[in-house]
């Protein structure tokens, strides 16, 4: 039973571990999603290439997250591994194997429901960010509440098309905000990166957009062709967006601004 036990404390450092590590990149500006399953894979070493994992390499602070847990991964999986044959090796029975067998299950049951719960969950993240904040010269940022993820907004790569509504058109000329829709930055299909693209930028097929707005909208805009389809959709926005933003303005008058009802 020793070697089930020394299993079961292996999984839960392993849990523990990378919670710490989704909580540090999610520290420098990783959203939670990506942070957990890029610290996952690093972990446990199925090296699994993304896009997403360019920009974590490319970041300092993230890379050294990232080596840190490759290093402990290659140790902690092989550790798991190696109780788990011993364990089942030194059984002497099937009846001992298949006792063994039910406590590993239920232990790994056990965890796999503990850190699933909600309170759980944000207990441990509440400790951890403390402490990495403490003992780290990282930072907190919680994109998901900045960006008012939480509430439909999300930020989105838009690829541009042949065809597209958005293709040969200056951002001046699209007018986006006025569908609730912001271009943060752009990239060529060179690779060429405008962080802050002028008004006077002309939008080709090739290009990507990182856009923020709502879910939808942003869904929309992706899909939208050239054409009077597309500027009928390009009208609906406009309106729908009017019709937010009204929304928007009641609500904050409502409330006031101090956050109390008057």
Do not use: C
């Not at 399953?37 to 290439?49: E, L, M, N, P």
């Not at 962080?195 to 957009?209: F, K, L, M, S, Y």
């Amino acid at each position: 039973m020793g070697a089930i036990a020394s299993l079961l404390v292996v999984v839960a450092t392993s849990v523990l571990i990378t919670r710490i590590a989704t909580s540090a990149l999610v520290m420098t500006g990783v959203s939670r999603e990506l942070a957990n399953f890029q610290a996952r894979s690093a972990y446990t070493g199925v090296g699994f290439t993304t896009n997403e994992a360019e920009t974590v390499v490319a970041h300092g602070v993230r890379r050294k997250i990232i080596l840190t847990l490759m290093l402990l991964g290659s140790a902690g999986v092989a550790g798991a591994i190696a109780s788990l044959v011993v364990g089942f090796a030194q059984a002497g029975s099937l009846r001992t194997a298949a006792i063994r067998l039910a406590v590993l299950i239920v232990g790994l049951g056990l965890l796999w429901w503990m850190t699933s719960l909600d309170s759980v969950e944000r207990l441990l993240r509440r400790v951890i960010e403390r402490a990495l904040e403490r003992w780290t010269d990282l930072h907190v940022l919680d994109y998901v509440q900045l960006l008012g993820m939480e509430r439909g907004y999300e930020v989105r790569e838009v690829k541009v098309m042949e065809g597209d509504w958005l293709a040969y058109k200056r951002l001046e000329s699209l007018d986006l905000p006025r569908e609730g829709v912001l271009v943060l930055a752009l990239r060529r299909s060179n690779g060429a990166y405008l962080g802050a693209p002028h008004p006077r930028t002309e939008i080709v097929p090739g290009d990507t957009i990182f856009a923020y707005g709502r879910s939808n909208n942003l869904a929309e805009l992706e899909e939208r062709q050239a054409g009077g389809v597309g500027d009928k959709a390009r009208e609906n926005a406009v309106a729908t967006q009017q019709s937010v933003q009204t929304q928007e303005a009641k609500d904050d008058s409502e409330s006031g601004p101090s956050g109390t009802h008057r």
